[in-house]
């Protein structure tokens, strides 16, 4: 059987992030995903209204059920919602060191709307950063991760919270032709892109390129690899993304 990511993420009832986004994009790297749910969340591709979130004890049943059913390699985390079910990763994670983990560390949805309480789950993140094999944080949650504003210096204050590896995200920069991504390792650059800025705003864009970089990961590649895989997939899906509604957040189209 092919590879296995296990990811912990919220659903989104629209398709265009969360669970779906990360089953899609794990599909299309060439690996199987798995899932362990953290919240149902109220909300379209435009808007989050609402959430409720999973407890830790079933959450923590979601993952323990398909362990020894699956051939897991990789585990990603995205919206987690709550400090205890960030608590019951973490146990997760102690328990099962030989996982790789990507983790995206979302706080808000890209149109803004809450996903849990940033204060508290900033906090609680901090468990979570040493466990990760690679953080994915845009430059708003790398800022809100460190309470840092400088780019390099929050990236710095990551490996001092014990990071291994921190792929920075430069889509909310004031770059208004180009993004730029940067990859670095044990504190040091090792790759940096730059795409063309499409037009608009994406719902799923963060998630995506996450889980895909799980399934290379899950299926081998180095780290530098895999992110430049991912980044090479996620560029041409958001090229074809489809508009819900007139001037709205578009959807990557994953197939």
């Known amino acids: 059987?092919?590879?296995?990511?296990?990811?912990?993420?919220?659903?989104?009832?629209?398709?265009?992030?969360?669970?779906?986004?990360?089953?899609?994009?794990?599909?299309?790297?060439g690996a199987h995903a798995a899932i362990a749910c953290t919240a149902l969340t109220i909300q379209n591709s435009q808007q989050v209204f609402g959430f409720e979130a999973t407890s830790k004890e079933l959450l923590l049943a979601q993952a323990h059920a398909v362990v020894g059913d699956l051939p897991i390699k990789c585990v990603k985390s995205g919206m987690l919602g709550t400090t205890d079910n960030i608590a019951a990763l973490a146990e997760f994670l102690r328990e099962h060191p030989e996982y790789l983990y990507v983790l995206d560390p979302v706080l808000v949805a890209n149109s803004g709307g809450s996903l849990g309480d940033q204060a508290t789950l900033v906090k609680a993140f901090v468990e979570l950063i040493p466990l990760a094999t690679v953080l994915t944080p845009n430059t708003v949650e790398l800022r809100a991760l460190t309470g840092i504003k400088d780019i390099d210096q929050a990236t710095a204050q990551l490996f001092a919270m014990g990071a291994k590896a921190v792929l920075v995200k430069g889509g909310h920069e004031a770059t208004p032709d180009y993004i730029r991504n940067a990859l670095f390792i044990n504190g040091e650059l090792v790759s940096e892109t730059r795409c063309p800025r499409l037009e608009g705003e994406y719902h799923g864009s963060g998630c995506s390129l996450a889980s895909f970089i799980a399934g290379r990961l899950?299926?081998?590649?180095?780290?530098?690899?895999?992110?430049?895989?991912?980044?090479?997939?996620?560029?041409?899906?958001?090229?074809?993304?489809?508009?819900p509604v007139p001037n709205g957040q578009k959807i990557p189209k994953r197939f």
């Not at 992110?227 to 997939?233: F, I, K, P, R, S």
């Open 1 to 29: 059987m092919r590879p296995t990511v296990l990811c912990f993420s919220g659903l989104d009832p629209s398709g265009g992030a969360g669970l779906q986004a990360d089953i899609e994009a794990i599909g299309q790297s």
């Open 218 to 243: 899950a299926q081998g590649d180095d780290l530098k690899q895999a992110v430049n895989h991912a980044e090479t997939w996620l560029f041409g899906v958001l090229k074809k993304a489809e508009s």
